[in-house]
């Protein structure tokens, strides 16, 4: 990773924006990575802007790396007044623009903020935002009924 890459990844982890669960939020969408196993959620919330519907705000929570929280920070930023379609039409270096190209270890970093903001501008007009809990609150318990405790027992050794 070039130092100013890194340079650029540090200064908006230590400042992220648009950090933290939107409440009233009009859409949201949580994505896991395959590759990684990290996860990231995102709150949109829309006004009217010159007879179009626009994003006025997005925020997120994320449990992943350090170029995941970077970039959903410089993407926060860049999504606010554009439309569902322009923003749906950004891919995941269009997101991490603001930082600079992302070695190929790290694409799929930006591509964990993408995939959130296409769930949540997906589901937009269904999500039932109101009652989705925080990310954090999603792991933060067992759900009744859907806890299966399997306990592994390996053959002890003959002889
Ligand atoms: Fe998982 Fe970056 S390593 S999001």
Do not use: Y
Request: net charge negative.
């Amino acid at each position: 990773m070039s130092d100013d890459l890194e340079k650029r990844i540090e200064a908006a982890v230590k400042n992220p924006q648009n950090l933290g669960e939107m409440e009233n939020a009009d859409a949201i969408g949580t994505v896991g990575s395959a590759d990684c196993g990290d996860m990231l959620r995102m709150w949109v919330k829309f006004k009217e802007e010159g007879g179009r519907k626009v994003i006025d705000r997005a925020t997120f929570q994320t449990f992943g790396c350090q170029t995941a929280i970077a970039v959903a920070s410089v993407a926060t930023e860049m999504l606010a007044g554009k439309t569902v379609g322009e923003a749906m039409s950004m891919s995941g270096e269009d997101l991490a623009a603001p930082l600079g190209a992302l070695p190929p270890v790290k694409i799929h970093c930006a591509q964990l903020v993408e995939g959130a903001l296409r769930s949540a501008l997906s589901g937009e007009a269904a999500a039932p935002v109101a009652t989705a809990p925080t990310l954090l609150q999603s792991f933060a318990g067992p759900k009744p009924g859907n806890l299966k405790i399997v306990l592994e027992q390996k053959d002890a050794p003959s002889g």
